[in-house]
């Protein structure tokens, strides 16, 4: 159990690093001054704000029930 909850926290911390740079890298193209680039990331950012929305709210349900 130990070494399972290990695991799990080292997933955790690779999944959270991996998101910080991926919403770097998105800020700084909400930032360049081409359009296509920040109309890129406007619309990838909503998709993945529509995706973690999801999952939160499934989350939510989940424990309710």
Do not use: M, W
């Amino acid at each position: 159990s130990q070494e399972y909850s290990r695991y799990v926290y080292v997933i955790l911390l690779n999944v959270t690093y991996y998101y910080y740079y991926f919403f770097l890298v998105l800020q700084l193209f909400c930032s360049s001054p081409k359009p296509a680039l920040r109309y890129a990331a406007v619309r990838t950012l909503n998709k993945v704000g529509v995706s973690l929305l999801i999952i939160d709210l499934y989350q939510y349900l989940i424990e309710k029930h």
